[in-house]
């Protein structure tokens, strides 16, 4: 048992303890107790998250926000307090745990089972966009700086290559020459967003699939979860790390790449979704929603490459080249979405015109 679950009050002794494998950055534990009440308790990672009262703060003023706003229809997480009335607790050896009660029914699914859980995973994560269309955004503390900031992206792999820790540049030359030649096309979105021609927003920044959670029985949307890097961004963002993650035909990490593929339908239902869910968008973003998953895309396998040029610091791995694996199908996605361009756009422009 994780020690700093009786640290939190919990209803009924904990009895039993389990890892769950889903995230890359923090660990996370199902806690049961002996009244059969079920918690979720998880170890914040400082390395990725330093500013654990920034992340817990944000995840405050959102929460009352979307409390006030949607007068309690958007189902939230709660964070317990601590016996102590801390928002997190401090195990003194470098070591920050939080604990909420685990949503009754609730799952998340890795990866969809069908179309209709892809769409439902829209609707929230457009939802979420849209309830947070009057929130201050730039009041929200910056809690991993430059987090999608592709420009400064691209400042940390030239770090990572001149500093080449672990002497593994040589072996990836060529896939650092697949970043550098679509620099300019990777940071043009971060560009739109410094001149003012998207707007900046609150948004979720890791919109994975994995970040609602679903009904078990009904498959239906319960909440979004994994608000940590709830950030000032931009919307074409929160869809485009949705596409990437989801409507790809293999899982991140998938060693055989002819299984790596954009699934347009996926995409579409997707699409669908999110602008139902998100009256809000302007037409400047929705006409940029393909180019928010193409940067996202880019983006991620950047940061999979640039971690494994500094030893894996980052995300947690399970095999030595697990994130050179991970930017292999990222870079596969950002081709094919390269060969579909013009289906992705078609598409977008007509499931706009449907909602009109
Ligand atoms: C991380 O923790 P998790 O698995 O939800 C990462 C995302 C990446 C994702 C790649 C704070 O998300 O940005 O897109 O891995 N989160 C952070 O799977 O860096
Ligand atoms: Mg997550």
């Not at 969809?112 to 955004?137: I, K, S, T, V």
């Not at 593994?168 to 020459?177: D, T």
């Not at 928010?292 to 640039?306: H, I, N, P, S």
Request: glycine residues 6%; aromatic residues 10%.
């Amino acid at each position: 048992m994780k020690e700093a679950i009786y640290h939190f009050p919990t209803d009924g002794k904990p009895m039993d303890c389990r890892q769950i494998k889903s995230g890359h950055i923090h660990q996370t534990y199902l806690i049961t107790t002996n009244s059969g009440a079920k918690y979720i308790l998880q170890w914040i990672n400082q390395y990725v998250f330093p500013n654990v009262n920034a992340i817990m703060n944000n995840m405050g003023a959102i929460s009352n926000f979307l409390r006030q706003e949607q007068k309690g229809q958007m189902p939230m997480i709660h964070y317990l307090n601590t016996n102590e009335g801390k928002r997190y607790y401090d195990d003194g050896q470098g070591g920050a745990w939080r604990a909420y009660r685990f949503v009754d029914n609730s799952i998340c699914l890795q990866r969809a089972e069908r179309p209709e859980d892809f769409y439902e995973c829209a609707r929230a994560f457009g939802h979420f966009q849209y309830a947070l269309n009057g929130f201050p955004a730039r009041e929200l503390e910056e809690t991993i700086v430059n987090f999608h900031n592709t420009v400064d992206r691209y400042r940390q792999l030239r770090e990572a290559m001149e500093r080449d820790e672990k002497g593994r540049r040589a072996q990836v030359e060529p896939e650092i020459r697949f970043l550098l030649k679509r620099e300019e096309r990777g940071c043009m979105l971060h560009r739109m967003m410094e001149d003012g021609t998207l707007p900046t927003r609150a948004t979720h920044n890791d919109t994975k699939i994995n970040n609602v959670l679903l009904d078990q029985n009904t498959h239906k949307a319960i909440c979004v979860i994994d608000l940590d890097t709830v950030m000032p961004g931009l919307s074409v963002y929160d869809f485009g790390d949705a596409i990437r993650f989801g409507a790809s035909t293999a899982a991140e990490d998938e060693t055989d790449l002819s299984k790596v593929s954009l699934d347009l339908g996926l995409f579409r239902v997707f699409v669908r979704g999110f602008c139902e869910a998100c009256p809000s968008l302007t037409p400047g973003e929705i006409e940029m929603l393909p180019q928010g998953a193409y940067t996202m895309t880019l983006e991620c396998g950047m940061r999979f490459l640039t971690d494994y040029l500094n030893g894996d610091k980052y995300f947690s791995i399970e095999w030595e080249k697990h994130n050179l694996d991970r930017a292999h199908t990222q870079f596969k996605l950002v081709e094919d979405m390269e060969a579909k361009w013009d289906d992705m756009r078609r598409i977008v422009i007509e499931e706009v015109e449907k909602l009109t």
